[in-house]
């Protein structure tokens, strides 16, 4: 068990981060891929006010896993990621849901739910998708988050930092939507505990990191990338705590225990990954040319690197 002494910010996670849908969801309209709702969630019997949130809905459970482990792991790793929970909602009160779910027996679904970071919609933007584009990944570059943000995106495996995959709030920008990360975690999910399998999850390498190519673009002389893998090791026993308090979670709630326990197996892959950081990074920074992981010859088909504008 990792020791830790005086995490305050940690502490909540000594329970499940289950909550309940308090309000109806207010449908956010836009492009996504999944549902996505607007709402107040509350943990069950609490009596503190309701916090609001920003709740998906998706298909499979290695997902919200996938989502509520790199929410936490952020959490440990001190990085602007919304606090995540698993959110349970009556189906009434998520209107627009799909219909398979809608016509499936139980009242309830579990939904990922990330805490509403407030977009500032003061900043003047540029209107022109490409622009937009532009001005995101060049604002977003000159922050402290920028560098970071290329090097966690590294460390979860995930190739899916559009530029809609960060919320600015008029001084902070914020990394969200970590569905794609570790992909091969939720292949192995049974096989976890062969040290064949573990193998597998530190190899695994994104074909391409979107911010990370970003930054170094726009500051190849001062991004200060590789010195963050170095410095991150001094909150792995954060991380292995918070995997420590996943591993015995339970609520009585069978479906809901099992994303759990998935949640625990990502965690602890992104702790079996945090010592071969570097030197993924190492590898990636080291082929910036074309030929390179930054644009792999055949890029995920289905998913943007673009943004969408709301419809
Ligand atoms: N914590 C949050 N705070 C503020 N806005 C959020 C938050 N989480 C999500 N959003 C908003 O909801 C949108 C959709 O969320 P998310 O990216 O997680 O869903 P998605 O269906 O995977 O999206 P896509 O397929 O478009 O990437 C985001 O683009 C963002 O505008
Ligand atoms: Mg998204």
């Known amino acids: 068990m990792a020791r830790l002494d ?3 910010d940690l502490q909540r996670w000594r329970s499940p981060p289950v909550l309940r849908l308090l309000s109806t969801g207010t449908l956010l309209k836009g492009n996504h891929q999944n549902k996505v709702w607007r709402g107040m969630a509350q943990l069950p019997g609490s009596t503190e006010p309701g916090l609001p949130m920003v709740i998906k809905w ?4 290695e997902v919200l ?16 990621v919304p606090p995540g929970a698993l959110v349970l909602a009556e189906k009434v009160d998520l209107p627009d849901l799909p219909r398979r779910v ?10 990922y ?3 509403l970071q407030w977009p500032d919609d003061t900043v003047a933007r540029p209107s022109q998708a490409p622009a937009v584009e532009e001005w995101t990944w060049q604002r977003l570059c000159d922050t402290p988050q920028g560098p970071a943000g290329g090097v966690w995106d590294e460390l979860v495996a995930n190739d899916d930092r559009h530029c809609e995959n960060v919320v600015f709030d008029g001084s902070r920008w914020w990394l969200i939507d970590h569905e794609y990360s570790l992909p091969g975690v939720a292949k192995i999910m049974k096989r976890f505990a062969e040290q064949v399998a573990r193998q597998s999850v ?7 990191n979107i911010l990370a190519q970003e930054v170094l673009r726009r500051r190849p002389n001062d991004h200060k990338m590789d010195t963050l893998p170095g410095s991150w090791q001094q909150f792995r026993q954060r991380l292995q705590w918070l995997a ?3 591993q015995h979670w339970q609520t009585g709630l069978a479906p809901v225990d099992t994303i759990l326990m998935m949640t625990h197996i990502y965690l602890r892959s992104i702790d079996l990954r945090l010592p071969a950081l570097a030197l993924h990074l190492q590898q990636r920074l080291a082929r910036p040319d074309p030929a390179s992981l930054w644009n792999s010859p ?14």
């Open 244 to 246: 420590d308090q996943a």
């Open 298 to 311: 055949s890029p995920p088909p289905a998913r943007k690197t673009t943004p969408r504008r709301p419809v």
């Open 65 to 80: 896993a996938a989502e509520l482990a790199c929410a936490l792991a952020a959490r440990a790793l001190k990085l602007q």
């Open 58 to 61: 998706v298909p499979k459970n």
């Open 6 to 8: 005086g995490a305050a």
């Open 113 to 115: 739910g990330s805490e």
């Open 202 to 208: 530190v190899d695994e390498h994104a074909k391409v």
């Open 102 to 111: 809608t016509g499936a027996t139980t009242d309830w679904v579990i939904c």
